[in-house]
């Protein structure tokens, strides 16, 4: 008799965890995936041209997650896989005693029977909470890489949010990929720096497609770099796994899943921010990171800010735009364009809740937290427009934007702005580049003056 199974996520993981662990395998039979975090994807299916139409013809339905003990009832269901991430060991637990209560098993998958193994070298970048410094810590090993002749291809941790047929496999080589495959604000977030920069970037559904296709990318190939999502372990197996932590947010490098898992299985942990995290929060999470990874070799970082127009700020009511998911289930209070108004002499810092519209007012009332600046939420065209409108009441001087991509490009905003940018920048040694060093010669592929690799 088949297994029912119903898989707990939020379009990422839940996804992976099918592919690479149920699809195909008669004994089980996944009846729904439970959506969260994200807005507007449950009432969608993932479709039969990705689960297999032998076995699932009509597709799995994605549910919510709220009526998760009435589904596990309704549909015989003994095992349940909780399969996202950046949650409080709290919120496992308590949906574990749901599901418990409900008669079903409540199962973890681990990176055994979830990795994929790539025919290229692999270095896979991870954190501990979500806004710790993944993407600009994945842009500096890129950076290193490219100046010493190697073809880098990034592979970025799913967000498929739209047409999952359609989304199978993704190729980003220029901003007007981001606009043929019709990004959210969110992937454009991810995939923009990337681009810009000169490197290539995948993403979609079917990661092992994915990385077929990226091992054989047209441009070229020599080494696979995983760009995680959120606190998310790699989807591939790593040669070299580089984690991120937050000082900011002391302890949660050791009571967030599955960014404890991140911690623990990183060689190299980079502690970001210390520019701007008191010592006390520095040396509590040097101390967690030391007694649950000993042998990781410890880099210290900053992200210093970059600030294209400080003048329009002093002086000046500033509407603070930050990266959405940062500040939503990443649970952080600022992000670098409150940093850079308060630098700049913002007269005073206005708060778009009393303002906010449609969509965008849905997410303060589901993370009452966020407080006074405005999170870049946009999962689908209505809230994209929601965004451009709650920006437009709220009665500020100036919009300084402190999202990774050019929001002028994706909305239209009735006032002068500011972009904030901010690179990862070592300090002292260990640094990455001599990491890189020793992976580089271990995988033999120092390149000498002629381009190619050395043996």
Request: glycine content about 8%.
């Amino acid at each position: 008799m088949r297994r029912n199974v119903i898989i707990i996520g939020a379009a990422g993981r839940d996804f992976h965890n099918f592919n690479t662990f149920f699809r195909g395998k008669a004994e089980y039979n996944v009846v729904a995936f439970t959506a969260a975090q994200i807005p507007d994807i449950d009432g969608r299916k993932y479709p039969a041209e990705l689960a297999g139409n032998d076995l699932y013809p009509d597709g799995i339905p994605i549910l919510a997650e709220e009526n998760l003990p009435q589904l596990i009832k309704d549909l015989n269901v003994q095992d349940c896989v909780f399969s996202y991430s950046d949650v409080p060991y709290s919120r496992v637990m308590s949906l574990s005693s749901i599901v418990n209560a409900a008669g079903a098993n409540f199962i973890l998958l681990g990176p055994r029977e979830t990795m994929l193994k790539s025919s290229k070298p692999v270095i896979a970048v991870g954190a501990t909470r979500t806004g710790c410094g993944k993407s600009q810590t994945s842009r500096r090993i890129i950076e290193i890489l490219m100046k010493k002749g190697l073809k880098v291809v990034a592979v970025r941790h799913p967000m498929p949010y739209g047409d999952l047929v359609a989304q199978k496999v993704q190729r980003f080589a220029t901003v007007e990929d981001l606009h043929k495959h019709k990004c959210t604000i969110e992937e454009m977030e991810e995939y923009e720096p990337h681009v810009v920069r000169g490197n290539v970037i995948y993403a979609g559904v079917d990661y092992e497609a994915i990385l077929r296709a990226a091992e054989n990318d047209p441009a070229g190939c020599d080494v696979i770099l995983w760009d995680g999502g959120n606190n998310d372990f790699p989807f591939y197996k790593p040669d070299l796994m580089v984690g991120v932590a937050d000082p900011h947010r002391p302890g949660h490098e050791v009571s967030y899943y599955p960014g404890e898992v991140v911690a623990r299985m990183s060689d190299v942990i980079v502690i970001n921010k210390i520019d701007t995290a008191s010592n006390e929060n520095i040396l509590t999470v040097r101390q967690n990171l030391a007694r649950i990874n000993p042998k990781a070799i410890i880099v210290d970082g900053a992200s210093p800010l970059t600030v294209d127009k400080p003048e329009l700020i002093r002086g000046k009511r500033a509407l603070v735009v930050e990266d959405g998911p940062t500040l939503t289930h990443g649970e952080m209070k600022i992000g670098a364009g409150v940093v850079a108004a308060m630098k700049f002499g913002a007269r005073e810092l206005i708060d778009p809740r009393p303002f906010a519209v449609g969509k965008i007012a849905d997410t303060f009332r589901i993370y009452p937290g966020i407080g006074t600046l405005l999170p870049a939420m946009g999962y689908g065209d209505q809230q994209i427009k929601d965004l451009e409108a709650t920006i437009e009441k709220t009665p500020a001087d100036v919009v300084v934007i402190g999202t990774p991509i050019d929001l002028n490009r994706v909305i239209k905003i009735n006032k002068p702005t500011v972009k904030v940018g901010y690179d990862l920048q070592e300090i002292g040694r260990p640094n990455l580049e001599e990491v890189l060093n020793e992976f580089l010669e271990k995988h033999n592929l120092v390149k000498n003056q002629g381009g190619k690799a050395c043996c």
